[in-house]
Nanobody, 117 residues
Framework: QVQLVESGGGLVQPGESLKLSCAAT????????MGWYRQAPGKQRELVAM???????YYADSVKGRFTISRDNAKNTVSLQMNSLKPEDTAVYYC???????????WGQGTQVTVSS
């Protein structure tokens, strides 16, 4: 059973940084498109950033220039560096692994990010 475990969430002030990490319990990262999603209270889950096996990246317009996604296939991890955080970035952040060329995907349990003064 594949598990994705997120870490690194917390409470920060506007303008500060956080780095989220997602560790997979099996060798799934190297064959998957890895993504970070978030869900704020009362809102739908939305894609924040993703990175393919070939390290092509995509960012939501709201985070471009502030967030950076990266992957380490050898360590089965994916990270999200979040800089210049804003209150509207407050949400539960989820890690997703979508196995390429398949309909299989996995989700982490989520980690809370709160940006508040």
């Amino acid at each position: 059973q594949v598990q994705l475990v997120e870490s690194g969430g917390g409470l920060v002030q506007p303008g500060e940084s956080l780095k989220l990490s997602c560790a997979a319990t099996s060798d799934i990262v190297s064959i998957s498109t890895m993504g970070w999603y978030r869900q704020a209270p009362g809102k739908q889950r939305e894609l924040v950033a993703m990175i393919t096996r070939y390290r092509d990246t995509y960012y939501a317009d709201s985070v471009k220039g502030r967030f950076t996604i990266s992957r380490d296939n050898a360590k089965n991890t994916v990270s999200l560096q979040m800089n210049s955080l804003k209150p509207e970035d407050t949400a539960v952040y989820y890690c997703n692994a979508a196995v390429e060329a398949s309909a299989i995907d996995f989700w982490g349990q989520g980690t809370q990010v709160t940006v508040s003064s």
